[in-house]
């Protein structure tokens, strides 16, 4: 069993550059997350999807766009990088939402120079 | 303003006592109470839940304790193993949650 998947695992960009993450499921979850960790910190919401074509904000949204356009993919789109979009990017699926747990992919480890 | 708060960035215990973790939060309106654990480079997995109904739930080794009227929820381990070495996220919401910045438990052999 897959579970979630993120691709890549690892990047470097230059600032001003764009990139899009990328995360499928297969469990055919409806909820689906993106969050990021900076060192020493928790993990800040940035943007949500409850379902295929309905997505909206979590607590970091700026700089960052989504799509949710199938059940499987949620990609994160980050616009004209910033140093301070530096971070781990994880995403995660529910069945039906937070309180059934997350199951999260392993994380895309981000840095903008 | 951190709504989930976990006071101790680490804490070390002996293999085969107990560990307790503990976490505060603000939102008296949150559901739901979680615990994650997670190991370096990999994504954080879901340990044990508890509703803001409940104020006990029990998982093998791993109980959890809500709290209500102190605002606070604590996770005991016992016995510790060495494997239990990890960060350890309180997270809380419903929809959606919102995580704690974490304690590392080391449990030594």
């Known amino acids: 069993n897959a579970g979630v998947t993120q691709t890549p695992k690892f990047r470097i960009l230059k600032i001003g550059q764009s990139m899009t993450l990328q995360c499928t499921q297969d469990m055919n979850h409806n909820y689906m997350y993106w969050y990021r960790q900076d060192p020493g910190m928790g993990l800040k919401l940035i943007y949500y999807?409850?379902?295929?074509?309905?997505?909206d904000k979590g607590e970091v949204p700026n700089g960052y766009n989504v799509s949710r356009s199938t059940t499987e993919d949620f990609p994160l789109r980050l616009e004209l990088a910033a140093p301070s979009q530096t971070s781990v990017y994880f995403c995660?699926?529910?069945?039906?939402?937070?309180?059934?747990?997350?199951?999260f992919g392993s994380g895309t480890r981000l840095t903008v120079v | 303003d951190q709504q989930v708060k976990q006071n101790s960035p680490s804490l070390s215990v002996q293999e085969g006592r107990i560990s307790i973790l503990n976490c505060d939060y603000t939102n008296s309106m949150f559901d739901y109470f979680l615990w994650y654990k997670k190991y370096p480079a990999e994504g954080p997995t879901f340990l044990i839940s508890i509703s803001s109904i409940k104020d006990k739930n029990e998982d093998g080794r791993f109980t959890v304790f809500l709290n209500k009227s102190a605002k606070h929820l604590s996770l005991h381990i016992v016995p510790s193993q060495p494997g239990d070495s990890a960060v350890y996220f309180c997270a809380a919401g419903s929809e959606k949650l919102v995580f704690g910045k974490g304690t590392k438990l080391t449990v030594n052999p």
């Open positions: 995660a699926s529910s069945l039906r939402g937070g309180n059934y747990g997350y199951t």
């Open positions: 999807s409850v379902g295929a074509g309905i997505t």
